[in-house]
DNA sequence: ATTATAATTTAGGCAAATCTAAAAATTTGT
DNA sequence: ACAAATTTTTAGATTTGCCTAAATTATAAT
């Protein structure tokens, strides 16, 4: 078993490392590139580089020289446990501070790295255990476990289907921007009436209102089906 | 006027060294000493020296060589900022969260270097405003503003005076655990029935029980005199 | 299969924030 | 007032985390 004996003693960068690394773990299953890593922290692969064998050094990752990196169990427990802060303190704000869902992130990215135990226990109990963080992702319970729910793309659903929508895939300010503009949020019932050939845009109807959306915004959006359609 | 160009761009360690000096600034009026900042931070005067150097390019001190060191008014003001951070932190912490006064200090040390003016002005909003945190310090508003409390030591006031205990010197957590195990908390009614001519201990009446405390605790122990005694 | 391209790593350097050891300035004691 | 003690600063080194430029390894193309 691990006592996550260098739990206290990450630093920041080393933590976004492993975030990162953990995001980008999840989409292929195979090892993370340098490259990959260095384009989302906006950094230097040279950088990433070195940060790889200090990760290493401490077990967090699993790595062979150009042969990619992956996280170990431990720097996998970490990663949850960094994301379960993150998520947290995303509900904290919407729901006890009146953020709007695209102002979260960035103070977020902050709170996140705050070390304290009884902290995090003791917010997850004042927002009673929230399983999702505004953005519809689920949220890491104290042992890092979570089961990502049953969605599906907009995108991906047949003419007719209909369903909630429970999540968004790109959570930029930029595109919740422009899902408030729209009225578009979660918990808003959807339902596919057409698709467009041409283009792919999708001609839906939402909370009773007709709207036609591009084919991103659809491949951007989470539904969960409706039962028994 | 300031226009806190330097606000976000300031390191951890910077406005712990502003914090620092404030502090100890409150105390005499005249200049800080260099070693004075080290033994309170727990690092060396060469370490201090340096930083100091910094600070002062950034307009934060004024700083002659051998002289010591005092804030700018740019300083002054970046301190009661983080101060009111820390001290908002503390409230949420006691009030929200359930957290004692003796385990709120660390965490706060954390939380006071978040970066967000929506995040600290929602977070006083949430708390209705508090004027006072914890341990009866009081917490300075969004301008900076504050005025510390009409109160005195214990030890300082003339047998049979009464008030309330509204506030503690010593905010460590042996002192406010020790304050806990004895039922002493902010909000007693607290009465001086004696002082002993030996050590300086008191015998004092709190909320109807009688007890008997030395001269160290009753010099830790802030109160508001009753009015019309 | 060999070359060209892309990805990754190494080497060497820089800034922040710390340290130790030594030098310089100030303060104190008589 | 002058030596001794104390305080403060300088000089030079270390660690973290980043950089650029050059070298190395892997991958893709013909």
């Excluded at 990959?36 to 077990?59: F, G, N, Q």
């Excluded at 990215?109 to 999702?132: G, T």
């Excluded at 990502?148 to 793309?153: A, G, M, N």
Aim: proline letters at 3%; aromatic letters at 8%; hydrophobic letters at 35%.
């Amino acid at each position: 078993m691990y006592f996550c004996v260098n739990k206290y003693l990450m630093t920041r960068s080393e933590e976004n490392y492993i975030k990162t690394i953990f995001h980008l773990g999840r989409k292929g299953t195979q090892e993370v590139a340098t490259n990959a890593i260095a384009e989302l922290m906006e950094t230097k692969p040279s950088s990433v580089t070195d940060m790889i064998k200090r990760l290493s050094e401490k077990d967090l990752v699993n790595y062979k020289r150009y042969q990619g990196v992956s996280l170990t169990a431990l720097g996998n427990k970490t990663a949850l446990g960094i994301i379960r802060k993150h998520r947290l303190w995303e509900v904290f704000l919407v729901e006890k501070l009146d953020f709007s869902w695209d102002e979260v992130h960035e103070v977020a990215e902050q709170l996140e790295h705050i070390k304290s135990d009884k902290l995090i226990d003791s917010l997850d109990r004042l927002l009673a255990y929230p399983k999702f963080d505004p953005h519809g992702d689920p949220i890491p319970d104290k042992n890092g476990g979570f089961k990502e729910r049953d969605r599906e793309l907009l995108s991906e659903v047949p003419i007719n289907t209909g369903g909630v929508c429970v999540g968004v895939k790109d959570s930029s300010a930029t595109f919740l921007k422009f899902l408030d503009k729209n009225g578009i949020a979660l918990g808003n019932q959807i339902k596919v009436m057409e698709i467009e050939e041409f283009d792919g845009s999708l001609n839906i109807e939402i909370d009773g209102r007709k709207m036609q959306i591009s084919h991103v915004i659809a491949s951007n959006l989470y539904i969960k089906a409706n039962d028994g359609i």
